[in-house]
């Protein structure tokens, strides 16, 4: 799967997933565009000089993906410099455990700010761009707490069905301009949001031997499903959304 000659733009690239799938793509033969908050620009300068090593070449903005005039300025800058997003993978997720019971409108409206709005905006500012060159592979980071949801998750799950929703559609609507969509759900990966939201050894140790696979996940497995996402060989797959969860979750 060599994907030479394509620039991707991943979101949320300081670390964790994001920072996987950034220098995933360039291993892969991509040139990559690289974003977070300004508060991450030690974890950005750390992905931006792995994906260097790689031998392609990185740009690095700061983003936040709840802002549209940000967004609008960043793609806009993108392409009158670099001149081209060839694939969109969004990335940058948060996560505030708390019951539904409980939680207050701000956490509730800020997990659909980030979650949600922030993979629509995106879309929206890269879609002109695509439609115009005939081609685009946008891959949507989901989850698989989107397909059911569990206890203290469900703002989260719920962020990520809209994910799951919003990548059938799209699809169908931007399918005849030669864009694909597709999403990703993850199961648990040992990342800062996966390791604060488990909490304890006993749960890890709990949910690897419930995994088919008896471990939890690594950002790095998440990086074969996107390259094949982004890739030629999934030219006649959209609107799709696959479990990348080491087998804890199968519908
Ligand atoms: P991390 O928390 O390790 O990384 C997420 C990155 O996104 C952070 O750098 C974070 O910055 C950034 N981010 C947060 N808000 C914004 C924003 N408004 N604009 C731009 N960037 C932002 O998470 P993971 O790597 O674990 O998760 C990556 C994606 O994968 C998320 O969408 C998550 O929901 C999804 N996922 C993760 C799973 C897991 O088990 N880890 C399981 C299933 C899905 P900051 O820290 O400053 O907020």
Redesign the pocket.
């Given at each position: 799967m060599n994907l030479s000659g394509k620039i991707a733009l991943v979101?949320?690239a300081?670390?964790?997933?994001?920072e996987a799938l950034a220098i995933g793509l360039a291993d892969h033969g991509t040139d990559v565009i690289i974003?977070?908050?300004e508060?991450?620009s030690k974890?950005l300068a750390n992905t931006h000089k792995q994906i260097e090593k790689t031998g392609k070449k990185c740009w690095s903005y700061f983003?936040?993906?709840?802002k549209k005039s940000q967004i609008q300025k960043m793609v806009s800058d993108i392409l009158n410099d670099i001149g081209s997003i060839d694939i969109l993978v969004n990335?940058?997720?948060?996560?505030t455990p708390t019951s539904l019971e409980d939680i207050d409108e701000e956490t509730w409206d800020s997990h659909f700010e980030?979650?949600t709005k922030?993979v629509l905006l995106m879309c929206q500012s890269v879609l002109p761009h695509m439609r115009e060159k005939k081609f685009g592979r946008i891959i949507n980071?989901?989850?698989?707490?989107g397909r059911q949801g569990s206890p203290t998750q469900g703002h989260?799950a719920s962020t990520?069905s809209a994910v799951i929703t919003l990548t059938r559609v799209l699809a169908q609507e931007v399918g005849e301009a030669g864009i694909t969509v597709n999403a990703i759900?993850?199961?648990?990966?040992?990342?800062?949001?996966?390791k604060n939201?488990l909490g304890s050894e006993k749960e890890i140790a709990h949910w690897s031997n419930v995994a088919a696979l008896k471990r939890l996940?690594d950002?790095k497995d998440i990086i074969g499903p996107t390259v094949f996402f982004a890739s030629n060989l999934s030219d006649f797959v959209t609107g799709q959304s696959i479990n990348v969860c080491g087998g804890i979750y199968f519908h």
């Open positions: 979101t949320g300081s670390r964790g997933i994001g974003c977070d908050l508060s991450e974890g983003l936040d993906v709840t990335n940058a997720g948060i996560l980030v979650n922030g980071i989901a989850s698989i707490a989260y990520k759900c993850p199961g648990i990966i040992l990342t800062e949001m996966g939201n996940g950002p």
